[in-house]
């Protein structure tokens, strides 16, 4: 991504990693119910994929994605249904 420093994060996973950006099929479909994608940054809750846009390239350490079961036992029920991306920050000053 360091070749995309002049962008935000989503317009570099777009051209990256694009299925990062769209919800998988899941049991959730045909029950009728929408599949989500939420983005965590740094462990805490952030909002839907349009957080990405507001985040400077330069400032990410990593992005993941992280499946419904695996996020339900990372984060809890609340996102259980939810697909998850997990950004990472880079630090600015002493960790």
Known sequence: MA????QNAYVAVERLRPLFLQPR???GDVRGEPRTISVFIDGD??????????IPVRDIESIRRV???LAYATIGSLHMADEILMVRLRCRVAC
């Open 3 to 6: 070749t995309e420093a002049h």
């Open 67 to 69: 499946q419904p079961t």
């Open 25 to 27: 099929p899941g049991a």
């Open 45 to 54: 809750f952030a909002g839907g994929l349009d957080v990405l846009r507001s």
